[in-house]
Nanobody, 114 residues
Framework: QVQLVESGGGLVQAGGSLRLSCAAS????????MRWFRQAPGKEREFVAS???????NYADSVKGRFTISRDNTKNTVYLQMNSLKPEDTAVYYC????????WGQGTQVTVSS
């Protein structure tokens, strides 16, 4: 059983920055691949970024060069640094990992005003 708790969302103007955090339970966090997804109103949930246990990262084309995913295994936490935010980044952001089962956090709202 893995529990994921996101934080750090909020309201920001276009061009601003936010850093999301996802705190995970579990003794083997350092071996987990971690992902961020987002879901905008009326749209399907979409992949944003991932980081492997060996810190290999991958990004959706829409966020490349603006978002950075990282992890701190001493804190069992994965981060999503979001810079140069755009109104189209407005969504609920979810943390995810697959450890046998598919685990999701409750989400954190990010709203970017124009």
């Amino acid at each position: 059983q893995v529990q994921l708790v996101e934080s750090g969302g909020g309201l920001v103007q276009a061009g601003g920055s936010l850093r999301l955090s996802c705190a995970a339970s579990g003794r083997s966090f350092s071996s987990y691949a971690m992902r961020w997804f987002r879901q905008a109103p009326g749209k399907e949930r979409e992949f944003v970024a991932s980081i492997s246990w060996s810190r290999v990262t991958n990004y959706a084309d829409s966020v490349k060069g603006r978002f950075t995913i990282s992890r701190d295994n001493t804190k069992n936490t994965v981060y999503l640094q979001m810079n140069s935010l755009k109104p189209e980044d407005t969504a609920v952001y979810y943390c995810n990992t697959v450890v046998g089962s598919d685990y999701w956090g409750q989400g954190t709202q990010v709203t970017v005003s124009s």
